[in-house]
Structures are given as C-alpha cells and as structure tokens.
C-alpha cells in the first residue's frame, strides 16, 4: 500500500513539475497583444503589430480574433512576385533544374512544398497592409495588400498581387496570380495555378495539372 502512495506521488509530482515547466514557455494574452513576439505566445482578442510572427527565442505563436498588421518585408516579396510572374511564363525544365531558392515563384513547373516547421497559426481574421509571409498557416478570412505565401489557407483571402501557398480550401482572389499545390474551391486571377486538386479557376490563364485553358478551367478529382 505505502508503494503505491509513492508512486502516486511521485507520477503526481512529475506532472505538475511538468506542468509548471510548460506554464513557463507559454504565455497567454487576452484582450490585445503586440506581434512580433519574443515567447511561446497565445492571443485572443486583438494582435497589433509590425510583423504577425515570432522573434529572438520563440518559435510559436497562435491568434484567435483579429490580426492587423503593417509587414514592411512583404515588399521584398511582392518584387519576387512581380518579377516570378514574368519569369514563370517563359519557365523551362532545363533551366528550371538550376533554380537553387524561390522555385515555386519563378518557376511554372516547381510547386511550394508542404512546411513542417510552421511557426504562426491564425484563427479569425487577418488585416494586412504588405501581407503575411511563409511558415504560417490561417484559418478565416485574410486581407493582404500585396501578397500572401502562407503555408496553408482555409477560408476566404482577397491579395492585391499574389497567393501562393502548398494547401488552400475556400475562395482564393489575386489581383495577378495564384498558385497552390494542393487546393479545394475557387481560385479567381489574371493567372491561376493548381497542381492537383478540386478547383474551378476563373482568369485569363488557368492551369491544373497539366491542362491549361483561358478564362474558365474546373477539375473535380479527387487527390
């Protein structure tokens, strides 16, 4: 009897230790919050800030309400983006075996690969003046100014130049291009792509798989 009072105690102990431990690395913030932000954060409510990711020693950062941002850097990206689209026209294999980064927006035949090491998670919605970058995933609606590369978008999305992410499932709206590997929904720009997916696509350029057709291009296999 008293060995199983101590090992109760024990597997007691070491949970709350661990508890503790966990309580320590993870900071919940209701009501309103700055991003970046430099610890293992939780905000539900308001996210304000300069860039809707994590910094110095964090690596994970989850918003539940409303995300507004300025993302300074997105600019970077939107010249990528510009330049990609150009670029991606007149892609070939050959060359496109050179590419050694930023494949999947240069290149019409490299598509982004799926991103194990997602720092951002976003549930609601999310307001930005540049837009929201990669190792990102977001749930609601998103509103990005000039691009949006987010790992995974399910929802609803309106981007003044460019989406690209490896999944989305939803409504998807660039003022120039679209990009996904793997998509479900509606993809509505001047140049849509899909590698593989359930996708009505409406522009000027629609892609999936291999079929490329002007202004309307379906497919409704499963993958």
Not at 41 to 62: M, Q, R
Not at 70 to 97: E, H, K, V
Not at 177 to 196: A, D, E, F, P
Request: charged fraction near 15%.
């Amino acid at each position: 009897m008293k060995l199983i009072l101590l090992i109760s105690s024990f597997i007691v102990g070491t949970n709350f230790a661990n508890s503790q431990d966990t309580a320590k690395h993870l900071y919940i913030r209701n009501v309103l919050w700055t991003t970046p932000v430099k610890r293992n954060t939780i905000i539900n409510g308001l996210a304000v800030g300069v860039e809707t990711n994590t910094w110095k020693g964090a690596d994970s950062l989850k918003i539940n309400g409303l995300t507004i941002e300025i993302a300074p850097f997105s600019i970077i990206a939107a010249m990528y983006a510009l330049g990609g689209t150009i670029s991606s026209l007149s892609s070939n294999t050959q060359r496109d075996s050179a590419i050694q980064g930023g494949g999947d927006l240069i290149s019409k035949n490299i598509f982004t690969e799926k991103d194990e090491s997602i720092r951002t998670k976003i549930k609601g919605v999310s307001i930005s003046l540049g837009g929201l970058l990669r190792q990102a995933n977001i749930s609601g609606i998103s509103i990005n100014g000039m691009v949006c590369f987010v790992n995974k978008m399910n929802g609803i999305e309106l981007t003044g130049l460019m989406n690209l992410h490896y999944e989305f499932n939803g409504i998807m709206i660039g003022g120039l291009r679209n990009k996904v590997t793997q998509g479900k929904g509606l993809q509505v720009g001047l140049i849509n792509t899909c590698k593989s997916g359930q996708v009505l696509q409406l522009g000027l350029i629609n892609r999936i798989g291999k079929r490329i057709t002007p202004i309307l291009n379906f497919s409704f296999k499963k993958t």
